[in-house]
């Protein structure tokens, strides 16, 4: 199994890696394909779900207590499946599929957009490129003299633009959706994308964990270090409250690039666990933080954790 995984690997790295961790992967959304989700990663069907759970159970061991004990003593022959942003079709879709299959998961969630509390900036970015593609070319002046206005950069292509739009500066598609007359409350209002907080209730009474994804979902890169641990610390109590939760896990938005030594000192009284798609947070070794492997848009799951799974130094 240890060849499985760092095959594809260069021989000197392979020499440094040791597999004493499970490998952990997540998903998005699933199901029918939404305007909102269309513009930035592929949602899976219920089948196509279920083809590449059957091929981890082929290669792999579900471990079947996600408690930090038991992540912490679990090596690459298990698997862990996780889920992020709350999003209410993995409770539709994903759950009945998981039960029947008897496999654990882990749900991320973010407290502003549990119950439809607000809407995530980057469902408004494709929303708006879905707009933008029916309204037609006559438009598109017009949304890049805003994108421009609000200090974005010119990406050329203008749907890369709307989704290069950077955290701080957000609020332009709520500028750009009045210019073109599109309500996006409403419609938001109407998909119900997340989860309400009794949905989360039940998985946790399903016996699934659950854990934070920040407040509302920022790169981490692009916001400095006391926004980083505000969101991160609020989040985390927001879940662990509601949830009356005995454990702490986190999963950062996105992955953990811009995020140093003094990120985790200042939140270690607050997580437990910490959850990352970039890598291993490699200073200090700290066996706390691991690293997850996206399969939304993988054919084979397999191949994808052999490309891009990164195991613990030793």
């Known amino acids: 199994m240890r060849s499985l995984l ?135 002046p017009l949304v890049r003299e805003i994108l421009r206005g609000a200090g974005c950069a010119d990406q050329g292509n203008l749907q890369v633009a709307l989704k290069a739009v950077e955290y701080s500066r957000r609020q332009v598609y709520r500028e750009i959706a009045r210019a073109l007359d599109l309500d996006m409350d409403a419609f938001f209002r109407d998909a119900r994308p997340f989860m309400t907080t ?28 006391d926004e980083q641990i505000r969101q991160t610390r609020l989040s985390m109590e927001w879940v662990q409250e509601t949830f009356e939760l005995s454990y702490r896990y986190f999963a950062f938005p996105f992955h953990n690039r811009g995020v140093g030594t003094p990120f985790y000192q200042a939140t270690a009284g607050d997580v437990d666990l910490y959850f990352t798609t970039h890598g291993w947070w490699l200073p200090e070794r700290n066996r706390s933080v691991y690293h997850r492997v996206g399969l939304d848009s993988a054919t084979s799951a397999v191949r994808e954790i052999r490309s891009r799974w990164r195991p613990p130094r030793a």
């Open 6 to 140: 760092l095959r594809g690997i260069p021989l000197g790295v392979q020499r440094r890696l040791t597999p004493r961790a499970p490998v952990i992967v997540f998903f998005h959304g699933l199901g029918q394909e939404q305007v909102y989700i269309r513009h930035l990663y592929r949602s899976r069907s219920a089948a196509e779900f279920e083809e590449l759970l059957d091929q981890l159970l082929k290669r792999f061991t579900p471990l079947q207590d996600l408690s930090a004990e038991h992540l912490a003593r679990a090596d690459s022959r298990h698997f862990v499946i996780t889920f992020d942003d709350g999003l209410r079709s993995t409770r539709e879709i994903a759950v009945p599929i998981l039960e029947r299959k008897g496999l654990p998961a882990i749900f991320f969630i973010n407290p502003d957009f549990i119950s439809g509390k607000s809407d995530f900036y980057r469902f408004q970015a494709s929303l708006l490129c879905h707009t933008l593609k029916k309204s037609g070319p006559e438009v598109y």
């Open 198 to 225: 009794d949905d989360a209730r039940d998985l946790q009474g399903r016996g699934f964990y659950l854990g934070a994804h920040s407040c509302d979902h920022p790169r981490y890169c692009e916001i400095p270090l």
